[in-house]
Each structure stands twice: as C-alpha cells, then as structure tokens.
C-alpha cells in the first residue's frame, strides 16, 4: 500500500465514497489505502456526514505548517515506547479527540482524555499533560476540573507524592448505564402520549411502537454492560486471546 500523506484527489474520492454511503474499508481497497488511514482522515476531519474534501486538505496543510513552525521551539513529538510510530501516535490522538468532541464532549477535555486513555500509566501529571499537549497549565486545570465533575477520572499520589490525574476505567460502563436510563426515559414519555392520543390511533400506535423499542434497546445496553464489565480491568496478558464473555444468564 502506498505511503505518505493523502493527496487532494484521494480526499476528493473519500467525499464521492462516503456520499455513494461506502464503508470505510471499501474506500480504502480502491485507494490502495490502510483502512485505519481513511478512518482517521473522516474522523479527523468532521465525521462521515460532513466530510469535506476541499475542507480537510486545507486543515491538513494548515496542522502541517504548524508543526513546521513549532518544531524550532522544542515541541517535536515525543519518543514512543514499543517501537511505535510516533506521527502515527499523533494522529490516532487526534482522531480520538475529535470523534469524543463529536460525542459531546468539549476540545481541550476531549483532548485531555484521548491523551490519558493513551498514556501506558493511564494517569499523568499536570506537568506532562502541559508538555504533552503544548497548551498552558490554565488550559489543564480546567479541563481537569470539567473532567474530574463529570467523574471521568480521578486524582491519586504516586510515590514521589505528585498529584496525578488517572482515567477511570469504569467511567464506559457508567457512560453506557448513563445512556441506557436516558433512553429509558425516553421510552417513558413516549408511551404517555399514547393515552393522550387515544390509543389504536395513528399518532398513538407510533408512539407505543417507539416505546417498545427503546425499552428493549435500554434492557439490551444495561444488560450487555453488567455482563462486559469485568472486561474493562481485565490485566493484560491474562489470556492469550483476551478475556472470555460472560455467560448470559449470569446474574
């Protein structure tokens, strides 16, 4: 598979893809491209539904000269442990941090996240976030107190007694329960517009058949969670294929 940065043609081919609602891998094969590359080029650059060709290759070349303009300046992406590639690194960063904006949260969190998620510790100081990030200490302090309220991750000591802040691994299983009671919810209010509507009536039969549908999606999602869990801090190496799933009908 060929190398190098995607030229404007071959982001001009993603557009038409996506708009034909191609998969991400089937874009990939006619380019002769990895998929992983055109999934952080779409997600990087505003998601499958607003993609732009002309849009990305400018903030391309624009995240490009920024980093020819930074790179005097000492901010060169930091050597990565395990023979990884470091740009890559970066890039996959920045994926994650703009499919997690897309999701709500907001950038400077987002991007403080995706650097904790991605960290081997799993926690970093405020010093290392700073350096990581090239932002000020004022950027990071709130973000971590965004971070901290939402309970997405905690401040702990390590052994030289600097604070550090840790992503909580749990914190997917209570987004996912999050998710579900509000789909829940969802459920209850439009199975009360049945009766206000007068049962059997159009309008009503639409609103029940919503409310049976979200009910079963929010019993799926809890359900699939409280099964999944122990995943989240399974220790890696613990089997040579990953954990096992847990049995349906455990309680």
């Given at each position: ?24 891998a ?38 490009a ?46 991007r ?73 919810h969802?459920a ?10 007068v ?53």
């Amino acid at each position: 598979m060929p190398g190098g940065r995607l030229t404007q043609q071959e982001r001009q081919q993603i557009a038409l893809g996506l708009a034909d609602g191609l998969a991400y891998a089937e874009i990939a094969r006619r380019l002769d491209r990895p998929t992983s590359t055109i999934t952080r080029e779409v997600m990087r650059n505003g998601g499958p539904t607003t993609y732009r060709a002309d849009l990305a290759h400018r903030a391309t070349e624009r995240r490009a000269h920024r980093r020819r303009q930074a790179a005097p300046r000492g901010s060169e992406a930091p050597e990565q442990p395990y023979g990884r590639d470091a740009e890559a690194v970066r890039e996959y960063e920045e994926t994650f941090t703009t499919v997690l904006v897309q999701s709500g949260t907001p950038k400077m969190m987002a991007r403080v996240l995706a650097c904790l998620c991605t960290s081997d510790a799993g926690s970093l100081t405020a010093s290392e976030l700073v350096q990581r990030l090239q932002v000020s200490p004022a950027s990071i302090s709130k973000a971590i107190a965004y971070l901290e309220s939402q309970g997405l991750i905690r401040r702990e000591r390590d052994e030289r007694r600097r604070e550090r802040y840790a992503f909580d691994d749990d914190v997917w299983y209570q987004s996912m329960v999050a998710s579900a009671r509000g789909t829940a919810h969802l459920a209850e209010t439009a199975r009360q517009g049945v009766s206000i509507l007068v049962p059997d009536t159009p309008a009503a039969t639409r609103l029940e058949n919503i409310a049976r549908f979200l009910d079963f999606v929010s019993e799926s999602i809890t359900r699939a969670a409280d099964q999944a869990r122990e995943v989240l801090h399974t220790k890696p190496g613990t089997t040579s294929g990953g954990p096992a799933a847990p049995s349906p009908d455990r309680g």
